[in-house]
């Protein structure tokens, strides 16, 4: 492996592209790889082998690009299928769960939390066991907003109706007196204030992609990996799936324009 | 190709089941075999190529069953495969749009009708092709609902939420004087008393169900194909995924509780 291979970024959609604008945030010499696997999405209503079946053929199409490291930005993927990455591939390979534990461990103080995210996530209870095997006493609130990803991807960010499925799935979250909350989905930032209004002012929002971010300099460091070259870096997006609505989400998640290929899964 | 063989139907999800549910009405005899992609749903926003490649596998299984005729319960399905599968296939194809399209002649007197589908089914064209082919005469309003499908599954059919959304969808319809709707998506008659109120009473809210399982009866007369043996049909169920999900939501389209076999895709 050399440090001039790209960093290999995967998410079921384009909601990994919030974590890839971090990422090249803070490494701005890295190439970057993105696949979005658009074809299958969504990920967070299927079950635990299908999910590592198709994680599985979305990063063996990264592997042959060369990629010297692998982002799961998918916490639907994270969740099922990182272990068994971690075991297969012989690279560093990089998951939003962990880094979404950490910030919300070290953002509570009462370690009264909850964890909101697609159905598959929740009853994962990956995300839970993390926390518990750390530190036992958080109490959790895990509670799974299924509709969310649909109703983003229909641009429907600031809709009554999105705010109707919003107090219908977290309306029991302000009398349990959390003082933190995970946005355990890539998706769900696009609708933050929302979130925010629902739960309250004194509840903090806790994202994975500044933490991954560092976490991913950090691994290329100590790996010996980071690109040093000045040259322009190059960033290339594929996705399995429906081009034209990636790059109109794209905007939103990338906060820019961007090309697209298509691979197909 | 013998008579006993069973009918194949195939829908991406659950929504088929609704189609199915007829056809025993009006075919007690007959063995059915049912396959529901749910590891690739929805395919109501997938493009045209990924929803004829997803088709064709899902066909070659119930084809594997030595199926004697099969029918696309899937508007975006029949949208966009049925041609290919009729070239491809040796037996008899038959897809709910061309259903749905006589029952919507048949119903209309003002030749003013809407046809509400996912954004696939919608953007293909091929519905309004149809009916223009036919009779260009017809001012059609054609509507993408794509939240519809997720807002079934997730059970909240009579929600206030599900409510706003049909609204945002719809609001423009009743303006435009139209007699009746094509209820263009499988998953839609369950949520048909909202759609309804909607549009208002005089609308007249068309399925392909009873048409289809009608053209099925002949198809197999025309073929000699009835089976003609007394014996109690047999009725197997398979899915690509989650089978909790799609034995749950049995209930509301078929009426029972089914036995599920998964079948990976």
């Given at each position: ?43 967070g ?30 916490f ?14 012989s ?38 066991a ?46 349990k007196?959390i ?50 070259q ?18 109109r ?14 691979e197909?899964?």
């Amino acid at each position: 492996m050399i440090p001039k291979n790209a960093i290999g970024i995967f998410d079921s959609g384009v909601g990994g592209l919030t974590i890839m604008k971090e990422v090249i945030k803070y490494l701005p010499n890295e190439n970057v790889i993105y696949f979005g696997d658009t074809a299958r999405l969504p990920y967070g209503d299927k079950s635990e082998e299908a999910v590592i079946r198709f994680t599985m053929e979305s990063a063996s199409f990264l592997i042959e690009k060369r990629i010297k490291l692998l982002i799961v930005a998918c916490f639907t993927a994270s969740s099922h299928a990182l272990k068994i990455l971690e075991q297969k591939l012989s690279i560093p390979v990089i998951g939003v769960i962990q880094s979404g534990v950490v910030e919300l461990m070290a953002a509570t103080k009462s370690k009264r939390v909850a964890i909101l995210g697609t159905l598959s996530t929740i009853q994962s209870g990956v995300l839970q066991a993390l926390i518990q095997n750390k530190e036992s006493s958080f109490v959790i609130f895990p509670t799974a907003c299924p509709l969310f990803v649909p109703l983003i991807e229909e641009e429907l960010f600031d809709h009554p109706a999105t705010r109707m499925i919003g107090e219908h799935y977290l309306k029991h979250l302000p009398e349990k007196n959390i003082d933190s909350a995970l946005l355990a989905c890539t998706h769900y930032p696009i609708i933050r204030p929302l979130i925010q209004e629902i739960l309250g002012p004194h509840v903090a929002l806790i994202e994975p992609a500044r933490s991954c971010a560092i976490k991913t300099q950090t691994c290329l460091e100590q790996c010996d990996l980071l690109n040093r070259q000045k040259a322009t870096p190059l960033y290339e997006f594929y996705a399995s799936d429906n081009p034209e609505k990636f790059c109109r989400l794209a905007k939103f998640f990338f906060g820019s324009d961007i090309n697209l290929k298509i691979e197909k899964k």
